[in-house]
């Protein structure tokens, strides 16, 4: 028997342990999930609160391969310097990594999920659509999930997403709707073709399979710790933190200031 619940005093429904078992949620983590549930599964059942469909799987495992790696960007450089500053420390290195996924690299999809919910709310996707596209240009910045700076015109990751959902009949199509819509109104503004890019497609993806806006960086941040880990395994056998340090201290100017 359980005991009344206090609603004044928080709770947590993720695990609970006595002395000879532990759960995930209602399932043993021994019993139910060591030998019989995969991480991904196990993962989208603890932050979706719900049973994943094989679906949900096959798209979040897409995602996250997608993720994973991107070369050497402001995170996986960021790690490697820390790791070479602190190389007793590799949890302190993936961290600092992981600090650099935001609204300008990585955790993008974000940006363009709220685009695309503001598209399923409106009256007119199509008008809105145009409206949002308008108001980047204006503005000089760009459309969150459009452009890039390697792929062009197309970014082959994102229709490679793009054609393994259309691939799902159990998914509901209207995220990867609302992406469409605003590609062709980012298309129509710009007056030329807009790379969609990848992290656009992670966006509609990950809507298509019920994840909320506000957790989607979250599958970023999962997926590029194992590739910050990668890039600490290869610096421990091919150092390059300090040739990235001297490179930028030889192609910066020093400006000295004179009276």
């Known amino acids: 028997m359980s005991a009344a619940r206090n609603p004044s005093v928080p709770e947590t429904r993720l695990c609970s342990h006595t002395l000879t078992s532990l759960h995930y949620r209602d399932k043993s983590l021994v019993d139910d999930l060591l030998g019989q549930r995969s991480f991904t599964e196990v993962m989208l059942m603890q932050i979706l609160g719900r049973e994943p469909r094989g679906v949900d799987m096959r798209m979040v495992d897409a995602v996250l391969i997608t993720l994973m790696e991107h070369g050497l960007t402001p995170s996986a450089i960021a790690t490697r310097l820390v790791y070479m500053s602190a190389p007793e420390n590799l949890q302190g290195a993936v961290a600092a990594g992981l600090l650099a996924v935001g609204s300008s690299f990585v955790g993008t999809m974000e940006n363009c999920a709220r685009l695309l919910d503001q598209l399923q709310a409106a009256a007119d996707p199509q008008a809105e659509a145009l409206a949002i596209a308008r108001q980047h240009k204006a503005e000089r910045s760009a459309v969150p999930g459009f452009g890039h700076h390697l792929h062009k015109p197309v970014d082959p990751r994102a229709y490679k997403l793009l054609d393994l959902a259309r691939a799902e009949p159990e998914l509901p199509g209207r995220h990867l709707q609302a992406l469409m819509t605003l590609s ?35 599958f970023a941040v999962i997926s590029r710790a194992a590739g910050l880990v990668a890039h600490i395994v290869e610096e421990q056998h091919s150092p390059s933190g300090r040739f990235i340090w001297d490179t930028v201290e030889q192609a910066m100017p020093t400006i000295v200031d004179t009276p």
């Open 184 to 218: 062709a109104a980012v298309d129509e503004v710009a007056g030329r073709p807009i790379t969609l890019n990848a992290t656009g497609a992670v966006a509609a993806l990950l809507g298509e399979i019920g994840v909320p806006t506000g957790v989607m960086r979250g």
